[in-house]
């Protein structure tokens, strides 16, 4: 068995809601040990659940921001006529909108975002502003709502969509799946999509079930991974590094 100190390669984790993507982390590196160098590939928010790339060791991690930079696949579910600050359920309802929206409205809206559009992040982001997270800015309450949502629209970005399909529609819920470029904010997406339909929405349930050619099929619950067996999940560099290139030569 190889020594947990000297491990080195990446582990696919299925993250499961009510966590954060660091306690995934922090789980990780107590059983490799503390002097292991870790770290992860696209934070996923405490309410999401799905894959997590997680790097272990010198070698794997300073691979992680080429991995951070592919395409992503996540599913989504929105709620129609209810808008919190922070787009999903982490934060109270501030706002009401009319939820009379059909199967047709939501498929048009989509259609009308094309391939491509320009996002404005949400304000409970991790992107930076002078130095601080927009999400930290926030939750401090020391600058108004009006002069964040300035801050967040200036950091507005080209996001590419490569396929948004409507799932299902259960009264006012509706589920997509979307492929989408590196820094797309899919809460923005859903409620973007929402707005363009005459309404506005929340995101209640986010699974991101893929990152560039890897997906949930080999990932691992965060709860079976063991001192004991974690080199049997290990993907080692070159394998991972060699997908990837693979991938992006397809691409």
Do not use: W
């Amino acid at each position: 068995m190889q020594d947990n100190q000297t491990l080195t390669g990446f582990l696919l984790v299925n993250k499961p809601k009510g966590i954060t993507s660091f306690a995934c982390v922090a789980r990780i590196k107590k059983i490799v040990g503390k002097k292991a160098k870790i770290g992860h590939a696209g934070t996923l928010d405490p309410t999401a659940s799905g894959l997590l790339i997680i790097g272990i060791g010198r070698e794997a991690t300073r691979h992680l921001s080429q991995i951070i930079k592919l395409d992503k696949v996540y599913v989504a579910t929105g709620k129609l006529g209810e808008l919190t600050p922070t787009l999903d359920y982490e934060s109270e309802v501030t706002q009401t909108c009319d939820a009379r929206v059909t199967e047709q409205d939501l498929v048009q809206a989509i259609e009308q975002l094309g391939v491509s559009y320009t996002q404005t992040p949400p304000i409970y982001s991790a992107l930076k502003h002078e130095g601080q997270a927009l999400h930290q800015l926030a939750r401090q309450d020391r600058i108004p709502q009006d002069e964040l949502q300035k801050i967040a629209a200036a950091k507005s970005r080209m996001v590419h969509l490569y396929s948004v399909k409507l799932l299902d529609m259960q009264d006012d819920l509706f589920t997509i799946c979307a492929h989408v470029s590196h820094g797309t904010y899919i809460r923005s997406l859903v409620n973007d999509i929402a707005q363009k339909a005459g309404s506005c929405a929340t995101t209640a349930e986010l699974e991101r079930s893929a990152i560039g050619p890897f997906n949930m099929v080999k990932a691992v619950d965060i709860d079976a991974v063991t001192r004991e067996n974690v080199h049997e999940y290990l993907i080692s560099v070159e394998i991972l590094v060699d997908m990837v290139k693979c991938y992006l030569a397809r691409s």
